[in-house]
């Protein structure tokens, strides 16, 4: 159970355009899900604390016009990267708390290329 | 202010050798600690944690991490490596559970040499 799973797996895309990230709880319900983003061989940096029904919690130095995030469901959270710039090349994480357990658990990771 | 400092960038043992790595935090109140590990291209998977009660804590693949309070320490530690274990480990520390936000260190990548 607790299973996380995020789409894509990878994605490339031009720069100036907008990709969208899912965040899936698939056997449970998550009112908050966590957004990370990981640079390569560094830790993961909290972008984002999304809960739903409501608007995100950003984190300080986190542009909350270029990381949209929507939280529609107690099952999915999305992230969409706006007018994407090289940059903005990361592995992209999210997590979902379990009500029942109160552990975060963590999907897979989108690694989003810009060119 | 919350966090955590993962000493080591890098940990080699040997196979068969009893593993050890580091984690030092600071957090204002009652730590609420944790490990998990990373493999190449994947998320996070969940390790162990200390919450409340007994220091040693037991976890998932024979890993286990003891809190110390007194050193602000919660290192990560398995009696016996496999080569399976090579991986990147990050310590995480939060002031609740739940819904607390987490900070992390900085990783330690762990090679277990056959």
């Known amino acids: 159970g607790a299973v996380v799973s995020q789409h894509p797996s990878w994605v490339i895309c031009k720069s100036g355009t907008s990709v969208k990230i899912e965040c899936r709880s698939l056997d449970f319900q998550a009112t908050t899900m966590f957004w990370y983003r990981q640079f390569p061989k560094q830790s993961l940096m909290l972008m984002a604390t999304s809960n739903e029904g409501s608007k995100a919690t950003y984190e300080q130095g986190v542009e909350k016009d270029k990381f949209l995030i929507n939280h529609a469901s107690l099952t999915l959270s999305t992230l969409t990267v706006t007018s994407a710039h090289p940059e903005d090349s990361s592995f992209y994480i999210c997590s979902a708390i379990s009500g029942s357990r109160g552990e975060q658990y963590f999907g897979p990771g989108t690694r989003l290329t810009v060119t | 202010a919350q966090s955590v400092a993962q000493p080591e960038d890098q940990v080699n043992v040997a196979e068969g050798n009893p593993l050890t790595v580091k984690c030092t935090y600071s957090v204002s109140g009652n730590p609420y600690l944790f490990w998990y590990v990373q493999y190449p291209n994947r998320g996070l998977q969940f390790l162990l944690k200390y919450i409340t009660g007994d220091n040693l804590v037991k976890g998932s693949y024979g890993f286990e991490a003891e809190f110390n309070k007194s050193q602000t320490s919660f290192h990560l530690k398995k009696p016996s490596a496999l080569v399976s274990d090579s991986a990147l480990y990050f310590c995480?520390?939060?002031?609740?559970?739940?819904?607390?936000?987490?900070?992390f260190g900085t990783g330690t990548r762990l090679t277990i040499i056959p």
């Open positions: 995480a520390v939060s002031r609740g559970f739940g819904n607390e936000k987490l900070t």
